[in-house]
């Protein structure tokens, strides 16, 4: 099984448990629950990484694009009628396909509102839980592999202690918060 799979089966981007994260992390952002649409792009925004080799190569990169599809499937076409996609708005497809500022980036766009939430969500869980997915599913060894210039091959523990700090000191995170 790959570890994009695994991941959303019971790794750290668990099709259940990481949604309620990210929905979490959203009120704690913005002060509001997500409305009903934005629970559908979370809870599809990482569903892109089922059958993906990796998280963070270039399968893995390319996640975004499933859940962005079914946003503006489900939620941005008028009632199934048939139209140019130029015709038909895309708020809640951008706000999927974006919360990868990686994907951004690479398409000169702002990330969206759900790549905060869905970074910050990492502070919203208890630690030991995220470890343990991270480690079922093989995440872990991926993640600690691109943090070697940070930490060194530092325990798993000081790598999520280290990746929590990272977020919480996001530049676009901290002018959430202040803004309050």
Not at 33 to 45: N, Q
């Amino acid at each position: 099984m790959k570890i994009g799979t695994k991941s959303i089966l019971f790794g750290v981007h668990q099709f259940l448990w990481h949604p309620l994260t990210v929905g979490l992390a959203w009120r704690r952002l913005f002060c509001v629950w997500p409305t009903w649409r934005e629970w559908f792009c979370i809870f599809v925004h990482d569903l892109g990484y089922w059958g993906k080799p990796n998280i963070d190569g270039p399968e893995g990169r390319e996640h975004p694009k499933l859940g962005a599809r079914l946003a503006w499937h489900y939620l941005d076409t008028y009632d199934g009628r048939n139209v140019t996609v130029a015709t038909i708005p895309r708020a809640y497809h951008d706000l999927t396909l974006y919360h990868s500022r990686e994907y951004a980036k690479l398409h000169n766009e702002d990330p969206s509102l759900l790549c905060w939430a869905d970074k910050y969500s990492v502070l919203c869980e208890p630690r030991w839980f995220y470890l343990l997915r991270a480690r079922l599913s093989g995440e872990i060894k991926e993640f600690k592999s691109h943090a070697v210039p940070y930490i060194g091959s530092g325990s798993d523990r000081l790598w999520l202690n280290w990746y929590r700090l990272k977020i919480a000191n996001l530049k676009e995170i901290r002018e959430i918060l202040d803004s309050k």
